[in-house]
Each structure stands twice: as C-alpha cells, then as structure tokens.
C-alpha cells in the first residue's frame, strides 16, 4: 500500500476549488458548493454545475438536465443514461439576523445503480420522485447560531474526501445551536435519522453530537465528538444536547444505554497560496487483552489533503490521501447502529475497507471557465458497512493474537483520469462536460465514460 502513497506523491495534477469552497453534495444534485464563510447560502447544481442563492430574498427555480453514457467514477450512484431535476426555492431574509429557507425537488427516477445497496429512499410517482429538500429557520448574530429543520449538515472545512459525515447524502431534520467568537466556536446538534425495521419490531434512531472548534491565526484545529443510538420507541436522549458532556464517558456510566459512538480530530492549515488539512477518526479501540473479543482490531480512518493555489497563473493543485479501516461505522449486532441514512453511509460515501489517494489540477480562464483534471487510485476489500459486522476474531486465543489484510477480503481496483470543464454561458447558465477513462476497473460499466449537461438558475 505505502508504496503507491510514496509514488503517487511525485505526480503532480491538480484541484483548486476546495481552497475557497467547503463542497458536498446529494443525491439529487450530485454535487454542492457551499461558502465557507456564509454556511446558510447554498450553491446548488447538478452534476457539477454551480450555482448560488441570493442572500437577499428570493423566489425563484433551478432546471437541469444531464445526458451521460454511464456512471463516470466510482463515486456516482448510477448509470441511467437521462438525469433532469426541477427545483423551485423560496430564501426569505426577515431581517440581518432570521432567514427562512424553503426548496422542493422533483426529478426523475434514476435505477440503474452503480452501488445495489444505496437505493433510493423517497417514494417514487409514475417515474418521479419528489420533495422537500431544504425547509429550515436560521438564526445568527455575533455570538449566536441556531439552525432548525431540514437541511444538509456540513461542519468545517468541507472536502469531498470527508470522514465523519458524507459530501453524498440526504439532508437531515435537525437541530443546531453554536456559541461563537474570534477564539473558538462550540456547537451542539441534534441529526433525526430514519427508522429500521426488522419485520417484526420498527427501531427508532437518533444522533446526536458536539464540536468544539478553535481558532488559529492560519486556520483552526477541531475536536468532533457523535454517537448514533436507538431502538424500539427509543426517544431522545436530553442529556446529549449538553455540548460539555462527552458521549463515550456518558454512554459508559449509564446503565441500559448502548450506543455506537465517534471521535474525531481535524486540522485545518492556510498560508499564503497553500493549504493542509488532516482528519483522523477513532470509531473503537480495545486496550484490554483478555479474551477473544480483545482481538477486534481498531476501527479508524484518516484523511491527508495538501493543495497550493498558483503554481503559476491561475494554475492550482491538490493531493489527498484517505483510508478507512474495515469495520469502522459498523455495529456488531444491531443493525439499527450502522452509521447508515436512508441506504447512505453517514460517513464517507465509500464506507469503510479501502484506500485511495487522488491528485488534481485546476485552471480557471476568465472567470467563466474552469476545468480540472484528476487522477484517482482506489483499492477497496469486500463490502463492510452494509453487510454483517466481521468477527473472525473471535476464532482465535488471545496467545494466538489475530491479524488481517487491509483491505480486507476480495480487492476490487479503480484507477484512472477525470477531466470536467464548467463554462458559464450566461449569468443563469452553465455547460459541464466531464471525461473519464479508467486504468482498472473493477466496478464500472465501461472504460470510457463521458457526460453533458446544461443548468439554469433564476
């Protein structure tokens, strides 16, 4: 594995974008660019194409239509040929500190996955699908943030290549409230979660979580603390709202309390035209060494990003390196306890059992054309996040020890090019082309994959 790290470090492509722009994204649209600086203002697309919403009230609509022959990369959910969305919105700004936000989807039906699994969840109509994509109150003064009802859920810094939660997933019903100023921010949240059900009893979910995030004078370092718990007619848990109480101490000394929780620590680094950020997640480790169970091994990710701005004119790069290890966002016994939404990881959108490392380059003409060229390389073991939680461990004697290959079990391969250019047409549209051709492939329908696309924002 450290020998394709060590390679793929002397190539050098490229990736810019993600200096200025936290990035996410859903299954709708595909991908979201949201400013760092004003986390209530959303660039909305689909399939790459940018768009933002005014910050002063609006009513308006965002239509997009996109033609590809199949899925272009491993992190596409599917291969239908045909995508278009219709998107009304209404952003209402009451006043400089209370703003409402309301937007419905309707799109087509898409079911040619790339990934079985990670089917859709709304219901569907005659070949569409429909709903409330945001419907959220905000409000925010100098030291106060608080955000209620549905909306995408992106703390930090956000990157494609984030662990703790997903840049593809469905909004969240939720909660949030921050206290902020020039020295740290310490929020508490509250995520409303599908429920499960096994046939016979239906489970319900909730996560809650804290983060405490501290300014630096070129950047900020933050401390993530979450954890996932349910069951039946289970309600919320008041006491996790305290954003001053940890999870794990909490859930160890309650009685009856079983949960799934996660920490996890970010750096964030910016200096003149470059940038380091590094996340490292801990889902379990076991310091005990006293039976079978002992044996589990560590359950963790790790998140590596370096980027400069300009190597020369408008030119930028970016390399990340990512690992997630097998079992990590998995429960081992109760389903309902997988870092799982609405078929989603809530994690990376790969789950666990790989490594991959990607390398990108950015050339941005005139301010109305972008394009970017990327290199990825991705080894990925068999499927651990959906399927049953591993336990070979417990096959072997603590003198006998117990150790695995990562990944873990049958490898599947991706590698390859993406080149995806935007050019804005008018003010309201946007053209995308992307280009791919894979090296390995282990997953996809082709080799060759290609997409078009036009969308318009008013």
């Not at 939404?341 to 990108?360: A, D, M, R, S, V």
Request: with cysteine.
């Amino acid at each position: 594995m450290y020998k394709f790290f060590f390679l793929f470090l002397l190539i050098f492509f490229l990736s810019l974008h993600i200096l200025f722009a936290q990035i996410s994204s859903n299954p709708s649209f595909d991908t979201i660019f949201v400013k760092n600086q004003f986390p209530e203002s959303y660039k909305y697309n689909i399939e790459d194409n940018l768009f933002l919403t005014s910050d002063s009230s609006k009513l308006g609509i965002d239509l997009g239509i996109v033609y590809q022959n199949a899925a272009l990369t491993h992190y596409r959910v599917y291969n239908d040929n045909l995508h278009y969305l219709v998107s009304p919105y209404y952003h209402l700004k009451l006043n400089n500190k209370i703003t409402f936000d309301v937007r419905v989807n309707i799109e087509n039906i898409k079911d040619d996955l790339v990934y079985p699994e990670k089917t859709y969840w709304s219901d569907e109509f005659r070949d569409h699908r429909g709903g409330f994509e945001i419907a959220k109150i905000t409000y925010e003064d100098k030291n106060l943030y608080i955000k209620f009802g549905r909306d995408y859920f992106m703390p930090g810094i956000y990157l494609y290549e984030n662990l703790l939660f997903s840049k593809y997933n469905y909004p969240y019903d939720q909660f949030k409230a921050a206290f902020k100023n020039k020295y740290f921010e310490l929020s508490s949240y509250y995520l409303n979660l599908n429920s499960l059900s096994d046939g016979k009893m239906l489970y319900q979910r909730h996560l809650n979580g804290h983060r405490l995030s501290v300014n630096l004078n070129w950047g900020y370092i933050a401390f993530n603390d979450i954890m996932l718990y349910g069951g039946q007619n289970r309600q919320i848990e008041l006491a996790l709202f305290n954003p001053l109480l940890l999870c794990y101490p909490y859930q160890k000394n309650k009685k009856h309390f079983e949960s799934n929780s996660l920490m996890s620590l970010e750096l964030y680094l910016n200096y003149n035209d470059y940038f380091f950020f590094s996340e490292f997640l801990l889902d379990d480790y076991q310091a005990d060494n006293a039976d079978s169970t002992d044996l589990e091994p560590p359950e963790w990710g790790m998140n590596i990003t370096l980027g400069i701005q300009n190597i020369i004119n408008n030119l930028d790069w970016k390399i990340n390196y990512t690992s997630v290890a097998n079992r990590t966002f998995n429960a081992p016994d109760k389903d309902y306890e997988k870092y799982i939404y609405k078929n989603y990881p809530i994690g990376h959108f790969l789950g666990n059992n790989f490594w991959e490392i990607k390398t990108t380059l950015t050339y941005a003409y005139k301010n109305n054309l972008i394009t970017d060229i990327t290199f990825f390389y991705n080894e990925s073991g068999d499927e651990a996040l959906y399927a049953p939680f591993n336990k070979d461990y417990m096959n072997y004697s603590v003198e006998e020890g117990y150790t695995e290959n990562f990944p873990f079990g049958k490898i599947s391969k991706q590698s390859g090019f993406k080149i995806t250019s935007f050019y804005n047409l008018t003010k309201n549209i946007l053209l995308t082309g992307n280009l791919s051709y894979l090296l390995n492939n282990s997953r996809l329908k082709n080799n060759f994959n290609f997409s078009l696309s036009i969308a318009c924002h008013y």
